[in-house]
């Protein structure tokens, strides 16, 4: 019997590959500074949603964004990884992606990591998340229910 998918890249095109080796990973991240501009390699063995990795490109391919998540969005980092990504310098982000999906040492430490969202924007969601639960919790019945 074959386990479960521990990774899954996924491309703009909503393209998704179980498992990519390191040499279909890098494809699919030369043909992102090509034809579209992102991937997102997801942790499928840290359970539903929540775990990923992803980049995306800048038009010009001068370099790209690299954002990892860790379940919540308090927990979103992203980093810039600059230089020209054509003909091979996406080897870099491909190792990047590599060595956080397979927890290799050092992978955060070779690079500055920011947090995506901001205090504010995250107390909105928190407070967005209460209020729709607090209406949901109070949905009317309708005739009948009882």
């Known amino acids: 019997m074959r386990e479960p998918p ?6 703009a095109y909503d393209r ?5 080796s390191p040499e279909l990973l890098h494809r699919l991240l030369t043909e992102a500074v090509e034809e579209y501009p992102f991937v997102v390699l997801e ?15 800048w038009d010009d391919a001068t370099g790209c964004s690299v954002e990892y998540r860790e379940g919540s969005s308090e927990r979103q980092f992203r980093t810039l990884v600059s230089g020209p ?13 590599l060595d956080w999906a397979h927890e290799r040492p050092g ?13 504010a924007q995250l107390r909105r969601e ?4 209460r209020t729709l639960g ?8 309708g005739r009948g229910e009882g």
């Open 134 to 141: 607090r209406l949901f919790r109070r949905r009317p019945r």
């Open 126 to 129: 928190r407070i967005a998340d």
């Open 107 to 119: 992978w955060r430490e070779r690079h500055v990591w920011e947090p995506v969202f901001t205090e």
């Open 43 to 57: 942790r499928l063995d840290l359970g539903p949603g929540g775990h990923f990795m992803q980049t995306f490109y």
């Open 16 to 20: 998704t590959y179980d498992d990519p």
């Open 85 to 97: 990504l054509v003909p091979d310098g996406h080897r870099a982000v491909t190792g990047l992606l």
């Open 6 to 11: 521990r990774l899954r890249a996924t491309t």
